[in-house]
Structure formats: structure tokens, C-alpha cells
């Protein structure tokens, strides 16, 4: 028995050494060491790993606290504190005067109309005034863009003074032909800008054209003239068809002090228009300019459009002043294109922009015999004081010369 058990304990004993044999034989052998190189003097030194101890060799001399410098506190560089970036005001300009501008300009307008009032000055101080004269004069009047029954009228004057009171000399030549201009000019026309609202609001100008007129530069201008006339003016950017016309309307209310409201691009502009009446009226503000998108005479849904916009502003009052703008440069296109518009809004007056860069400075006979409203202002250049109310009696004096 006791030889049995003996047995059982020295077959166990042998199957243990077996099984650690085995298990000891899959464990993988570690690699040998890398056997030593000769060091690289151009490789950056080693990096500490996280957990080497970051102490002084034990083969340095230790510092005692006496021979460690501290930092001088005086030397530290100051930190740099960020400043709020500064915001710069645009400067509040103070506008020309009007009265008078176009005098100051007329040496600019008489280098373009010249032609003109010496064409026709020369053609009467003929010695013979026959039909084939007569004829020439019409024909100067007409391509200065007077007008076919303006023309008429004023050569039938001409030539029933002239027979009448035998006038010969330049200078009675001249006082002739200056007295029939005048005359065919309207001088009664009543030509101020109205901006003054019978009610206890303020004024309303709402400025009307079609692309490429110079409407948004010349709503800027014109609030630059009433400002200049010492009224409190507000801008209304109803022109949201046009890429950055709010932008460039706001850059002209900011040049005088003048405030701006405007909507999102693409925005209704008959809404933009009734919350700048409102806003004005609630500010106490002497006059609210409403710039219009520039329409295409030759679009009908957009002329609707115009005249919503005209009956939304005047759910708050009515309008004190429609100034259509046109080019004097497109001539007697600018005629059609004054015809529609009278037929959506009703125009009270006439701005005529670029009347420096043209010889046809009879557009403004035509345009006031065509719509029965005076000419208003004229622009003659490209600075921001260059528009002018219009005088008749300058104009004439450019026109002919001295």
C-alpha cells in the first residue's frame, strides 16, 4: 500500500517538471542586445522620457543658495496687454454753401455750351438774315436738343424782332438772343427743392430715375445741399436691387452727419421707405430722402413697383417733392424716358446730371416744355458740392458768354 502511494506522488511530481518544461519553451526569448555604435554627433541630444528624474549628476558641484542668481524682477519684460481695436468717426463735413454755386460753375458749363450761344450769335450777326440763316439757326437749336416746338417758337421771335427793331450789333445781338432764352426758360418756375410738410412731419423728396443717371450719388449730393441749408436730414436706402447702394448712400449720410436707414439686400423697398418716413417723423428730422431703385422706363412691373412705393410713404404723409433724375447727355432719350415716369409718379422737378460733359444743354428747354415742371438742379462735375440749383439767368450767361 505504502509502495502505491509512493508511486501516485512520484507520477505527479514528474507530470509538474514536465509541464513547466513545455510552458517555460513557448515564452518568447528576448532579442539580444544592439550591439554598441559609435555615437552620431550630428544627432540632436536625447529627450527626457516621462518618469527620468530630472536632478543635477551626482559628478557635478552642487550651487549653494548664495551663488544661484535670481531674476531681477525690474528686468522682467511687461506683458503686452491687448487694447480694444480704436474705431475711427468719420469726420462731419461741412458743405459748401448753395447760394451762388452756379456761378462758381460756370466756367465749367460755358467750356461745354459755348458752342451753342456763339453758333447762334454768329449765324445773327450775318449781314444778310436770309431763309438758308434762319434755317442754320434751326438747325443749331435742334442739335443742341431744344426741341423741335421750343425751336419754333423761339427762331418766329427771333425773326420778328430782328425785322421789327433792325438790330445789328453784337452786343444788341447778344441782349436779344439773352432775353428769348430767358423767356423760353420759364424764369417763374418755381425751382426751389420743396421740403417743408404742411403737416407736423417731416419733408418728403422721393428721388426717381432710371440705371446710370448718377441717382444714388445725387441723392447723396442733394442731402449735402440741405444739410448746407441747415436742415436735419434722414436717408432712406430704398434702393435694394443694387449691390452696395446702401453701402454708398450710408458713405454720403456719414460725410454730413446724415443717418441712414436701410434693410437687407434684395429687401422690399417700399418697406425700407415707410420705416424711414417713421423713423424720421419720431426723430424730429426736417427731411427724409428716399432714394429709389434705378428702373428701366421699359419695365412695366418695376414702374408698379415705383408707384407703391409711393403709396406706402404716404400712408405716413404725402410727398413734398418727386425729382426725377436724368442725364443730359442721352438727350432727347431722356425725354422718353421722362414721359413715363410722369405717367407712374408725379414728377415736381428735374435734376440734369452731367450737364458739364455735354454741348446739348438744350435739354433743359425741352424737358421742362415736356413735362410742364421746372428744372431744379444740375449737376456739373464729379465733386461732392458740384450740384447747383439751377439759375436760369447763369445759365443763359454760360450759354452765350460775355
Known amino acids: 500500500m505504502e509502495i502505491l502511494i509512493l508511486a501516485v506522488v512520484i507520477a505527479v511530481v514528474v507530470l509538474g517538471v514536465l509541464g513547466g518544461l513545455v510552458v517555460g ?107 438758308e440763316t434762319w434755317e442754320e439757326i434751326e438747325d443749331t437749336l435742334l442739335t443742341a436738343d431744344v426741341g423741335v416746338q421750343p425751336t419754333q417758337e423761339l427762331v418766329e421771335r427771333l425773326r420778328e424782332r430782328v425785322r421789327v427793331l433792325g438790330t445789328r450789333t453784337p452786343a444788341e445781338l447778344r441782349s436779344l438772343l439773352r432775353e428769348e432764352l430767358l423767356t423760353i ?37 442733394l442731402a449735402r445741399v440741405l444739410v448746407a441749408d441747415g436742415k436735419n436730414v434722414v436717408l432712406g436706402a430704398a434702393d435694394t436691387f443694387r449691390a452696395a447702394a446702401a453701402d454708398q448712400l450710408q458713405t454720403w449720410g456719414e460725410r454730413v452727419g446724415a443717418r441712414t436707414v436701410r434693410g437687407p439686400e434684395g429687401g422690399d423697398p417700399a418697406s425700407i421707405a415707410f420705416d424711414a418716413v417713421k423713423e424720421g417723423i419720431e426723430e424730429g428730422a426736417d427731411v427724409v430722402l428716399i432714394d429709389t431703385a434705378g428702373r428701366l422706363h421699359t419695365k412695366t412691373g418695376l414702374m408698379d413697383e415705383l408707384g407703391k412705393v409711393k403709396r406706402v410713404v404716404e400712408k405716413h404723409a404725402p410727398l413734398d417733392e418727386i425729382l426725377l433724375v436724368l442725364d443730359a447727355t442721352t438727350g432727347q ?67 452765350i458768354g460775355d
Not at 554627433?41 to 548664495?66: M, Q, S, Y
Not at 422721393?206 to 444714388?216: D, F
Open 185 to 221: 426758360l420759364v424764369p417763374e418756375f418755381d425751382r426751389a427743392v420743396n421740403t417743408d410738410s404742411p403737416l407736423d412731419t417731416p419733408g418728403i423728396v422721393m428721388v426717381v430715375g432710371v440705371n446710370g443717371t448718377g441717382k444714388t450719388t445725387t441723392t447723396g449730393k
Open 333 to 399: 432719350n431722356g425725354l422718353v424716358q421722362a414721359r413715363v415716369f410722369a405717367e407712374v409718379v408725379d414728377i415736381t422737378g428735374i435734376v440734369l446730371t452731367k450737364l458739364d460733359g455735354t454741348a446739348k444743354g438744350g435739354i433743359v428747354i425741352a424737358v421742362q416744355r415736356e413735362l410742364g415742371v421746372p428744372v431744379k438742379l444740375v449737376g456739373l462735375g464729379e465733386g461732392a458740392d458740384d450740384l447747383a440749383p439751377f439759375e436760369p439767368e447763369a445759365f443763359v450767361d454760360a450759354l
Open 25 to 131: 519553451s513557448r515564452r518568447k526569448k528576448p532579442l539580444p542586445p544592439a550591439p554598441p555604435t559609435a555615437p552620431d554627433i550630428t544627432a540632436p541630444p536625447a529627450e527626457p522620457h516621462v518618469g527620468d528624474e530630472a536632478e543635477t549628476p551626482r559628478d557635478e558641484p552642487r550651487r549653494t543658495i548664495e551663488e544661484v542668481d535670481l531674476p531681477d524682477a525690474s528686468a522682467t519684460a511687461p506683458v503686452a496687454v491687448e487694447e480694444p481695436p480704436v474705431v475711427e468717426i468719420p469726420a462731419i463735413e461741412v458743405p459748401e454753401p448753395t447760394a451762388g454755386r452756379l456761378v462758381r460753375l460756370r466756367a465749367r458749363l460755358s467750356r461745354s455750351q459755348n458752342a451753342l450761344g456763339k453758333g447762334l450769335l454768329t449765324l445773327l450777326s450775318r449781314e444778310h438774315l436770309d431763309e
